[in-house]
């Protein structure tokens, strides 16, 4: 049976990390400004499909059914009178 001069050389070491892991995590993409965002925030072109209807593509049918301008004069005279948000 061969002998092994030094036990401890033969077995591998473990692995140590390349770099420190950050403190805090990165901060996410800047996301882009939606010009004319409907009342679920997404804009129009999320709204725009190849098939019939303007339901939201992100929020789905159920959430929002149509595109409604979040900025529209009849929003910003019920926001006037304390009536919406």
Same mark, same amino acid.
């Given at each position: 049976?061969?002998?092994?001069?030094?036990?401890?050389?033969?077995?591998?070491?473990?692995?140590?990390?390349?770099? &420190?892991?950050?403190? /805090?995590?990165?901060? *996410?993409?800047?996301?882009?400004?939606?010009?004319?965002?409907? #009342? $679920? +925030?997404?804009? &129009?072109?999320?709204? /725009?499909?190849?098939? *019939?209807?303007?339901?939201?593509?992100?929020?789905?049918?159920? #959430? $929002? +059914?149509?595109?409604?301008?979040?900025?529209?004069?009849?929003?910003?005279?019920?926001?006037?009178?304390?009536?919406?948000?």
């Amino acid at each position: 049976m061969p002998v092994i001069p030094d036990l401890h050389a033969a077995f591998p070491t473990q692995r140590q990390p390349l770099s &420190p892991v950050p403190v /805090e995590p990165p901060q *996410p993409p800047a996301r882009d400004v939606v010009v004319e965002p409907c #009342t $679920c +925030g997404h804009g &129009p072109e999320t709204h /725009e499909h190849y098939r *019939p209807g303007t339901d939201c593509g992100a929020c789905g049918r159920a #959430t $929002c +059914g149509e595109y409604r301008r979040a900025n529209s004069a009849w929003r910003r005279f019920m926001r006037s009178m304390g009536l919406g948000r």
